[in-house]
């Protein structure tokens, strides 16, 4: 952003977040100047930081949820926030595929997403590495469990060197097993991860952003319009006793428990994904068994 003039003798700006000074003579500081720092200018370029943080934060959150869910997303929502940085960077590179009239999803004509215009509609490079672009009306960015060509889309994206700031393609996926007995044998696949304290596991499920209550661990996630919640069994009671991870399980939001059978492939991947993270944390020893 531009120079805004702090006194006779500085003018302040902010740069990657922090505010930055310069003398009249326009030679950029090292520190800011005592003066300043409670300066009326410089407190609303820290608050106007502090916005901006969130905004990304709120931004990166929105996106991670539309690829999660495979929400369709209208195309000109798109365009429209597209000039924002915040919704750009975790918008770029993901993939994107057109709904037709009907409802149904074109993959023939999926592509990584590269520009945004109201216009010319959604600038893609598709798996021939072609440039077009998409005028559906609407779009879905697909979870990577719902899309069937996921090894040839990852090959791609890694030979075009893609770094996604919301990671799709590249994310943790577990494809739900078709036998009910294979899928509840594979419940019990990150169970028994053991921890010194039971804060530790607390905190390693909050800031991986799952909610912790009564115990467990859990995750809610929308599968065609119907939610789900994944929750492991983490312990409760005293923060500093010694625990273990449980099993994963599946409930409606009422906590009612859910037949394995109804459980979609998205909610089987997130709750599978997440008792992994758990799992990973576990107390281990030198050779990486646990402890």
């Known amino acids: 952003m531009g120079w805004l003039a702090a006194d006779a003798e500085y003018e302040v700006s902010l740069d990657r977040g922090k505010v930055i000074a310069r003398n009249r003579q326009g030679r950029q500081l090292k520190g800011l100047p005592k003066a300043l720092r409670d300066a009326d200018v410089v407190v609303g370029l820290r608050q106007l930081s502090d916005w901006l943080k969130r905004h990304d934060i709120s931004c990166r959150r929105e996106v991670e949820q539309w690829m999660v869910r495979s929400l369709p997303v209208p195309t000109t929502v798109i365009c429209e926030v597209w000039a924002d940085e ?19 999803w074109d993959t023939d004509r999926a592509g990584l997403l590269r520009d945004a215009d109201p216009e010319k509609g959604l600038g893609v490079v598709d798996l021939d590495g072609e440039s077009g672009r998409l005028t559906a009306a609407q779009v879905v960015l697909p979870h990577p469990v719902r899309l069937a060509d996921l090894a040839d889309l990852r090959e791609f994206a890694a030979d075009l060197g893609v770094r996604q700031e919301t990671l799709q393609l590249f994310r943790e996926v577990w494809a739900r097993p078709e036998p009910d007995d294979e899928r509840r044998r594979e419940l019990s696949r990150y169970a028994g991860g053991r921890y010194k304290e039971l804060r530790h596991v607390q905190a390693r499920a909050t800031s991986a952003g799952y909610r912790v209550q009564g115990g ?21 009671g005293d923060p500093l006793y010694e625990t273990e991870t449980g099993p994963l399980y599946f409930t409606d939001p009422s906590g009612e428990a859910l037949a394995l059978a109804a459980v979609g492939p998205v909610a089987w991947s997130e709750g599978m994904r997440m008792a992994a993270v758990l799992y990973a944390g576990r107390v281990v020893d030198e050779d990486g068994e646990q402890a």
């Open 86 to 104: 915040a919704w750009r960077t975790p918008l770029r590179d993901l993939v994107v595929v057109p709904i037709d009239d009907a409802g149904r």
């Open 216 to 236: 467990a661990a859990s995750v809610r996630v929308w599968e065609d319009g119907v939610p789900t919640v994944a929750a492991v069994w983490i312990g409760e």
